[in-house]
């Protein structure tokens, strides 16, 4: 099963998937209370903070009152139709040994 915020397995490749898998956890446990984040593509370089892959990247920082309807196109890859704005990169830095994320 692709994890959560991940389109498909073909957005994971060998080289990078557990960087991204991991990296898409961590945006959607450290985005905004009442937003789920939905990756596009990674931004490089890889790295790895307290033990974590991390990688950054861009995608959809988009509330949950709207996941109901933003999650069928953007499974279905109808970028266009999809909201600009919330269109954002999410980048890793180390806090204190942990990775911490900024959504900008």
């Known amino acids: 099963m692709t994890p959560f915020g991940i389109r498909s397995e073909n957005d994971i490749s060998a080289l990078d998937g557990e960087y991204i898998v991991d990296s898409v956890r961590l945006a959607n446990e450290q985005a905004p209370e009442g937003f789920r984040f939905y990756f596009d593509e990674p931004d490089m370089p890889e790295q790895i903070i307290g033990g974590q892959h991390c990688v950054d990247m861009f995608g959809w920082l988009v509330p949950e009152s709207r996941a109901s309807e933003f999650e069928p196109l953007w499974k279905a890859r109808l970028d266009d139709e999809l909201d600009a704005g919330r269109y954002t990169i999410v980048s890793f830095d180390e806090v204190n ?6 959504f900008g």
């Open 97 to 102: 040994g942990k990775p911490v994320a900024t």
